[in-house]
Each structure stands twice: as C-alpha cells, then as structure tokens.
C-alpha cells in the first residue's frame, strides 16, 4: 500500500510538472512570437523610412541639376548680353573715331 501511494504522488508529481512545463513553454511561446512580430514591425518601418529618404535624396539631386540648368542658362545668356553690349561699344568707338578723321573743308 506504501508504494501504491508513493507511486500515485510520484505521478501526480509529474502531472503537475508537465502542467507547468507546458504552461512555461505557451507563455514563452507567446513572448517570442510577441517579439518577433515587433521586430518584422520596426524592420518594416526602417525600410519604408530608407525608401523615403531615397526618394526625397532623388527629388533633391533632380532639383539641384534643374537648379544647375538654369543658372547655366542665365550665364550663358549673361555672357551672350556682354558680347552685344562689347561689340556695340566697339562701333560706336569706331564711328566716333571716323567723325574726328573726316577732312574738313581747308580754309582758303
């Protein structure tokens, strides 16, 4: 009877073990699909934040050649408005040199 009652407490025993064990394993089950869910989220978020900062990096460099276009452009035109201004200040140069060269009428 002794050992019937010892073997029945020894099984009990081990009922109660499993029962926390499995207990144990649900909970940390649970945790780490918790934390493994959070860290999909945040590698989720990181790659959405890295696709707009390239796309905002993009939009950036697209304005600044614009930027660069145009400020060639105004140079160029710049340069192009200081080339007629030179030559028109060479003719009149080269006019008003030939008024003083003209003969004059001598006096008799």
Excluded: F
Aim: overall charge negative; aromatic content about 0%.
């Amino acid at each position: 009877m002794r050992k019937i009652v010892i073997a029945a407490t020894v099984a009990l025993s081990a009922l109660s073990l499993a029962a926390c064990s499995q207990q144990t394993q649900d909970a940390t089950d649970a945790a780490a699909s918790s934390a493994a869910d959070d860290l999909s989220d945040m590698a989720s978020d990181a790659a959405d934040k890295a696709g707009q900062l390239g796309a905002d990096a993009s939009d950036a460099a697209n304005d600044a050649a614009d930027a660069a276009k145009d400020a060639g452009a105004d140079a160029a035109d710049a340069v192009g408005d200081t080339a007629d201004a030179a030559a028109k200040a060479a003719a009149d140069a080269e006019a008003a040199m030939d008024e003083g060269t003209e003969e004059k009428p001598k006096a008799q």
